[in-house]
T-cell receptor, first 118, second 117 residues
């Protein structure tokens, strides 16, 4: 069964509004989650690393004030796209990092959220 | 800095043909993991394989096989007797083992495989 869920799966919003995307780890507690963005016909680009109980770590070029990440519990991380613009339209995918053995991690990906900003 | 290159942007084959998807990577780390993921049109990433840098044995899983060559920094993926259901985007990815970086994944640009009847 699915390990990671995302909600909503699709969202359309108007330019200037904010959108919140949820990522839930269904069967495991996750201290670390990742947020990726994928533009049409392009690869996944890591946006930020979400750490439970602390501030997210953003990749270079990603505006932390625009993409707010909250990892308030071990099973939920949220990504809020603030003041969305059409160029923010993309496929947003989260993943959960789980430790299989010492220093061996696997990432389980959510089904993604397709955001369209009109 | 890590980098993953998938030179083939799109491949089209006829069903039952064999097809190889190339992946070349760059890293300064001596220990790392390599992955292949499948992304069907629905968008959800499907994990196919993980291989650590110390294990150069080739692996076969059904119609799928992987050839890891550390000397050429390549981790190629072959589908034997391709089927229409194999049509998808395939991504190769690299992960450090340095826990300080949280094991971030660096993805290649992907190869779109189209299998036709």
């Amino acid at each position: 069964g699915a390990v990671v869920s995302q909600h909503p799966s699709r969202v359309i919003c108007k330019s200037g509004t904010s959108v919140k995307i949820e990522c839930r780890s269904l069967d495991f507690q996750a201290t670390t989650m990742f947020w990726y963005r994928q533009f049409p016909k392009q690869s996944l680009m890591l946006m930020a690393t979400s750490n439970e109980g602390s501030k997210a770590t953003y990749e270079q070029g990603v505006e932390k004030d625009k993409f707010l990440i909250n990892h308030a519990s071990l099973t939920l991380s949220t990504l809020t796209v603030t003041s969305a613009h059409p160029e923010d339209s993309s496929f947003y995918i989260c993943s959960v990092r789980l430790a299989r053995q010492l220093s061996i991690y696997e990432q389980y990906f959510g089904p993604g959220t397709r955001l369209t900003v009109t | 800095a890590q980098k993953v290159t998938q030179a083939q942007t799109e491949i089209s084959v006829v069903e039952k043909e064999d097809v190889t998807l190339d992946c070349v990577y760059e890293t300064r780390d001596t220990t790392y993991y390599l992955f292949w993921y499948k992304q069907p049109p629905s968008g959800e990433l499907v994990f196919l394989i993980r291989r650590n840098s110390f294990d150069e044995q080739n692996e076969i899983s059904g119609r799928y096989s992987w050839n890891f060559q550390k000397s050429t920094s390549s981790f190629n993926f072959t589908i034997t007797a391709s089927q229409v259901v194999d049509s998808a985007e395939y991504f190769c990815a690299l992960s450090e083992l340095n826990t300080g970086t949280a094991s971030k994944l660096t993805f290649g640009t992907g190869t779109r495989l189209q299998v036709t009847l």
